[in-house]
């Protein structure tokens, strides 16, 4: 059983910065890939960035430079993978979710960037 709790959502002004965190507990976290997407009103939910259980990281093209995934897998079985959002803008808005492997989801954390 794999479980995924998302945290570090908020209100953030354009240009301003966030740190979203997932806890993610299992038997098998260690050697899952993990991931962060996001969905805004009214859209469809989109891929934000990867990373795989050696290191190896993926942006989707309007994060590229602005954010950056991370891991720690030091615990066997309690990973933490974070999600550093600089530079926001208005259209980061969205709940954003942690994904494991291709079929565990996170409950989501809200992001508003907004004056």
């Known amino acids: 059983q794999v479980q995924l709790v998302e945290s570090g959502g908020g209100l953030v002004q354009p240009g301003g910065s966030l740190r979203l965190s997932c806890a993610a507990s299992g038997s098998i976290v260690s050697i899952m890939d993990m991931g962060w997407y996001r969905q805004a009103p009214g859209k469809q939910r989109e891929f934000v960035a990867t990373?795989?259980?050696?290191?190896?990281?993926?942006?989707?093209d309007s994060v590229k430079g602005r954010f950056t995934i991370s891991r720690d897998n030091t615990k066997t079985t309690m990973n933490m993978v974070y999600l550093q959002m600089n530079s926001l803008k208005p259209e980061d808005t969205a709940v954003y979710y942690c994904?494991?492997?291709?079929?565990?989801w996170g409950q989501g954390t809200q992001v508003t960037v907004s004056s």
């Open positions: 994904r494991g492997a291709v079929k565990y």
């Open positions: 990373i795989t259980s050696d290191g190896s990281t993926n942006y989707a």
